[in-house]
């Protein structure tokens, strides 16, 4: 079983992302060969859109692909501490350094997301960072 962090870029795009990736984001979720690890910073980009517009199909979609996730890391100082330990390590911007950091400290295999191979984030070398499109 791969343990997976999930950027909130994945989730949006299995709802609205252009084909095919909306189709190779919503397989990913599928997969019965993956456990999802997550925390609630990655609720935070794709559940207030739907929210406050009143775009209840959208919301029940995010709330059930949430569902699929066997793992919470909690907002705790360690997630922020190890965030800038990363920021400074791989110059990735704050909400992508706290999101590869939950992903640390969730003991994830990967972090998946849909962001360029050119981004920081790549730089990381205590984990597997993937791109979504490539798997």
């Known amino acids: 079983m791969i343990r997976t962090y999930v950027d909130s870029c994945v989730y949006i795009d299995a709802w609205s992302g252009a084909e095919p990736d909306r189709t190779k984001a919503r397989s990913f979720f599928a997969d019965p060969n993956r456990e999802f690890i997550s925390s609630n910073f990655v609720r935070l980009e794709p559940l207030p859109k739907p929210t406050t517009k ?25 997630i922020i501490d190890e965030a800038i330990a990363v920021a400074s390590d791989c110059d990735t911007s ?14 994830a295999d990967e972090f998946v997301t849909t962001e360029s191979d050119s981004k920081p984030m790549f730089k990381e070398k205590r984990l597997r960072v993937r791109r979504a499109q490539d798997l």
Not at 54 to 78: C, H, K, M, N, Q
Not at 94 to 107: E, Y
Request: hydrophobic share 45%; net charge negative.
């Open 54 to 78: 009143g775009y209840p199909d959208e919301l029940r979609f995010y709330e059930r692909l949430f569902l699929l996730v066997s793992g919470w890391v909690p907002a705790t100082d360690t």
């Open 94 to 107: 704050g909400i992508n350094s706290i999101h590869i950091a939950a992903t640390v400290v969730g003991m």
